[in-house]
């Protein structure tokens, strides 16, 4: 199946600075890249998508960017809130929907 | 975005007995379903995929015979660990999607299963 690698696994910034969160995948065939937060006992919610024919979205404070060569895609969020503690996880998908390990921001105020 | 609704969750159950965990999507059909066990402080573990209608398609290393998923219906998918055991104790979480394979899916809330 499909290996999906992210770093780091915990990561802590300043309120106000920027974070950046970075994944890896192994199978070419995944073609949607989606991104979730998750809160301790919750479920994951979604924050940003981005599909194999689009190299850069962003929504507000949150981008992502995708190189389907290299088979890497990564989070970036700018001006850090504290409520954007949270542990957030990279997914590629395909017929299955692999998760990443998993990043553990850490907004400090 | 969709509801997808996960019962129970939290349930306690004795060793040697069996769980049923429902997944279902309220507002869409799902024609795909992946079940996925957490453990604290560590990533979601793919353990199937079914597909309405089929088979469910297990990741390497989780027993099929152990973690038994129906997916009989577009709204309903279930995940029935059997004989479970104290080291079955996890937090169980569902996802669903109803489109192609490069869209969104949708997460149900989650089961915490703890065997004694």
């Known amino acids: 199946g499909e290996n999906v690698e992210q770093h780091p696994s915990t990561l802590s910034v300043q309120e106000g600075d920027s974070a950046v969160i970075k994944c890896t995948y192994s199978?070419?065939?995944?073609?949607?890249f989606p991104w979730y937060k998750q809160e301790l006992g919750k479920r994951p919610q979604l924050i940003i998508d981005?599909?194999?024919?689009?190299g850069e979205k962003k929504d507000q404070r949150i981008a992502v960017t995708l190189n389907k060569t290299a088979k890497h895609f990564s989070l970036h969020i700018t001006e850090t809130q504290p409520e954007d503690s949270a542990v957030y996880f990279c997914?590629?998908?395909?017929?299955?929907?692999?998760f990443g390990t998993g990043t553990s921001l850490t907004v400090i105020p | 975005g969709a509801v997808v609704s996960q019962h129970p969750s939290r349930v306690i159950c004795k060793s040697g007995t069996s769980v049923k965990i429902e997944c279902r999507s309220l507002?869409?059909?799902?024609?795909?379903m992946f079940w996925y066990r957490q453990f604290p402080k560590k990533s979601l573990m793919l353990m199937a995929t079914?597909?309405?209608?089929?088979?469910?398609?297990?990741e390497q290393g989780v027993e099929k015979d152990k973690f038994l998923i129906n997916h009989a219906s577009l709204t309903l998918s279930t995940l029935t660990v059997t004989s479970a055991h104290p080291e079955d104790s996890s937090f169980y979480i569902c996802?669903?999607?109803?489109?192609?394979?490069?869209?969104?899916?949708?997460f149900g809330q989650g089961t915490r299963l703890t065997v004694v």
């Open positions: 507002d869409f059909q799902a024609t795909t």
């Open positions: 199978d070419s065939a995944s073609n949607y």
């Open positions: 997914a590629a998908t395909g017929n299955q929907f692999y």
């Open positions: 981005i599909r194999s024919n689009v």
């Open positions: 079914s597909n309405e209608g089929s088979k469910a398609t297990y």
């Open positions: 996802s669903a999607r109803g489109g192609t394979v490069s869209t969104e899916a949708f």
